[in-house]
């Protein structure tokens, strides 16, 4: 694991190809340094430098390092995933997390949606080798990254229980059947929508709405951004999703078929959740982005 708090320009690299959280934006002229936001410099390194120290074995199981680049003083609202050769790199920025939509937990979220890029395989960008598609990342995020760097703090994840939103809380009641695991689900989901409000300050569409799912269903899996109703409905989704997951797999990567291929889709359906093992709208990935073939 490489760690590289930096506070200048972001180090050059080469690589193939990159992965973004947000599309570009003019955001970064609203930010302010000095201004008290809900995410400080000194939680902005804790989040990075504990994901890193939890992800980091993991990305080295798929024979890769990870690098942590944390550029505090960086203005830019976004955050990156790239890769140079066998280092695999995740590049978070301060005017992101300076954002007043964004909260400590929202920006661990970022983190975790950047390593979904890498790890949390089909559906894969078109044409491209590593990185997953947009929705397939915010999916991992909630499904799989935050449940593991926040499964054991139990006293942090109560404190939800009684804040959340009713359609929340009654959802992730339905599903987790632990007072535990329901904390955990409601502490992601309110997570997820600092990350709402974060999209939709760009502008695209209406505040996102936990009671207000997007009707629209797409006939073409969509790979870059949705919209920001869209997002918070996968990210709600990934919370709810209690399929297993097996962090030595990236599923359908590398497919004999070919990672947009079905059967790269069939593989990858038995670490989401879907129709197969029985698991229910609300659970798997909404279809405003995601149109399944098989």
Known sequence: MKITLIAGVLLGMIHSGFAKILPD??????????????VTEEDFKRITGEIADIYSPIVALHGASLNMIADWKDSTVN?????????????????????????????????????????AGFPFYRGGDWAASEGQSDYFATHVCARRIWSRQAEENAKYRNIVNKTVKEECDRVWHSERAQDL?????????????????????????????????????LTSHPQAQCRLDTYFQGSLCNQGYDITIIPGRSHADGQESEGAELDA??????????????????RCWFAPEI
Not at 32 to 38: E, H, I, S
Not at 87 to 95: A, D, I, R, S, Y
Not at 189 to 215: I, Q, Y
Not at 269 to 286: I, M, N, T, V, W
């Open 269 to 286: 359906a038995l670490y989401s959740c879907s129709g197969f093992e029985g698991h229910d709208k609300r659970q798997r990935r909404p």
């Open 25 to 38: 934006n003019n955001l970064h002229l609203e930010d302010n340094l000095k201004a008290v936001n809900q």
């Open 185 to 221: 689900c409601y502490r992601i989901s309110f997570a997820s929508m600092s990350l709402g409000s974060l999209l939709a300050s760009l502008g695209w569409d209406a505040a996102p709405a936990f009671d207000t799912p997007s009707s629209y269903e797409i006939s073409t899996t």
């Open 79 to 119: 955050a990156y995933a790239s890769r140079s050769g066998k280092t695999w790199n995740v590049k978070m920025f301060g005017g992101l997390a300076r954002r007043k939509e964004t909260t400590p937990d929202g920006f661990a979220l970022v983190v975790c949606h950047e390593l979904g890029h890498h790890l």
